[in-house]
């Protein structure tokens, strides 16, 4: 069963930083690209940035890019978001995310829980 | 950016009715669109893949269809559990991005 747990989210200053973490079970996590998406209070879902397999491929939605930066540790079977430069707007619920690529096309086919970010002075 | 528009933004619907969600892109995607269920305190779920693939283990009732800029999402017979927030997805190109979301509540 495939299993994403996110952790590392909290009460954070504007300004300050922050490093979310994902750990995967349940599947071979060096096959498969991953993703973090967020969703602010009442509001739907955002994409926020991706990693391939290797670490090859890396992309940014443009409201963060600069200022997060992901990253995975196949041997721990693990993804990073370290978020610096935090603002109000990045409170959001982060959901870790598991990328499946079938015949080219591309699609989020597991979903963790999510971590909750709340960014306030 | 490509933008998704979903439309409607909300609607009412009674159990055992046929609703239909439909999807436009800015620009064309082919078929590179996927659809998700969100329901409140959960993770979303993939329902369709690839605009018309269903996911395994998601019930026939949900269908999907369309390609280059318009899409539609149909959920036949409609069941208490697809109350829900509805969404498109384009992975086309980056920056990936979502539809603002449909909510079905209960009429």
């Known amino acids: 069963e495939v299993q994403l747990v996110e952790s590392g989210g909290g009460l954070i200053q504007p300004g300050r930083s922050l490093r979310l973490s994902c750990a995967a079970s349940?599947?071979?996590?060096?096959?498969?690209?991953m993703h973090w998406v967020r969703q602010a209070p009442g509001k739907g879902l955002e994409w926020v940035s991706g990693?391939?397999?290797?670490?090859?491929?890396?992309d940014y939605a443009d409201s963060v890019k600069g200022r997060f930066t992901i990253s995975r540790d196949n041997a721990k079977n693990s993804l990073y978001l370290q978020m610096n430069s935090l603002r109000v707007e990045d409170m959001a619920l982060y959901y870790c995310?598991?990328?499946?690529?079938?015949?080219?096309?591309?699609?989020?086919?597991?979903w963790g829980q999510g971590t909750l970010v709340t960014v306030s002075s | 950016d490509i933008q998704m528009t979903q439309s409607p933004s909300s609607l009412s619907a009674s159990v055992g009715d046929t609703v239909t969600i439909t999807c436009r892109a800015s620009?064309?995607?082919?078929?590179?669109l996927n659809w998700y269920q969100h329901k409140p305190g959960k993770a979303p779920k993939l329902l369709i893949y690839?605009?018309?693939i269903l996911q395994s283990g998601v019930p026939s009732r949900f269908s999907g269809s369309g390609s280059g800029t318009d899409f539609t999402l149909t959920i036949s017979s409609l069941q208490p559990e697809d109350f829900a927030i509805y969404y498109c997805?384009?992975?086309?190109?980056?920056?990936?991005?979502f539809g603002q979301g449909t909510k079905v509540d209960i009429k």
């Open positions: 690839t605009a018309s």
């Open positions: 990693i391939s397999w290797n670490s090859g491929r890396i």
């Open positions: 349940g599947f071979t996590f060096d096959d498969y690209g």
């Open positions: 997805q384009q992975s086309y190109s980056s920056p990936w991005t």
């Open positions: 995310v598991k990328e499946r690529i079938v015949s080219g096309y591309y699609t989020l086919d597991y």
């Open positions: 620009q064309t995607i082919s078929s590179f």
